[in-house]
């Protein structure tokens, strides 16, 4: 069974850091790249980062550029976001997700989500 768990969510002042995981199994990960989402009320899901576990490249979207990091552990099969400097309007649900090959548009299998709130 396929699945994609998040964690590492929860409540931070602006200006602070978390560090989102997200734990795969059911597949074999090393053939898959990973992106992280998020979708805050009232807004649609918008894409944040990527990396393709192959070969370790890495995306961002150009405003969260600087402040948010990924990178994987492949002994773990976990993928991480760190993120810093976090502001109000970072606030909303995480998602990780699953695509075959590399980083696109279309992923296979997505996460639970988890909640990211930072107040100001």
């Known amino acids: 069974e396929v699945q994609l768990v998040e964690s590492g969510g929860g409540l931070v002042q602006a200006g602070g850091s978390l560090r989102l995981s997200c734990a795969a199994s059911?597949?074999?990960?090393?053939?898959?790249?990973i992106g992280w989402f998020r979708q805050a009320p009232g807004k649609e899901r918008e894409g944040v980062s990527c990396?393709?576990?192959?070969?370790?490249?890495?995306y961002y979207a150009d405003s969260l550029k600087g402040r948010f990091t990924i990178s994987s552990d492949n002994a773990e099969n976990t993928v991480y976001l760190q993120m810093n400097s976090l502001k109000p309007e970072d606030t909303a649900v995480y998602y990780c997700?699953?695509?075959?090959?590399?980083?696109?548009?279309?992923?296979?299998?997505w996460g639970q989500g988890t909640q990211v709130t930072v107040s100001s």
């Open positions: 997700a699953a695509a075959f090959g590399w980083c696109t548009y279309e992923y296979d299998y």
């Open positions: 059911g597949f074999t990960f090393d053939d898959y790249a």
């Open positions: 990396i393709s576990v192959s070969d370790g490249s890495t």
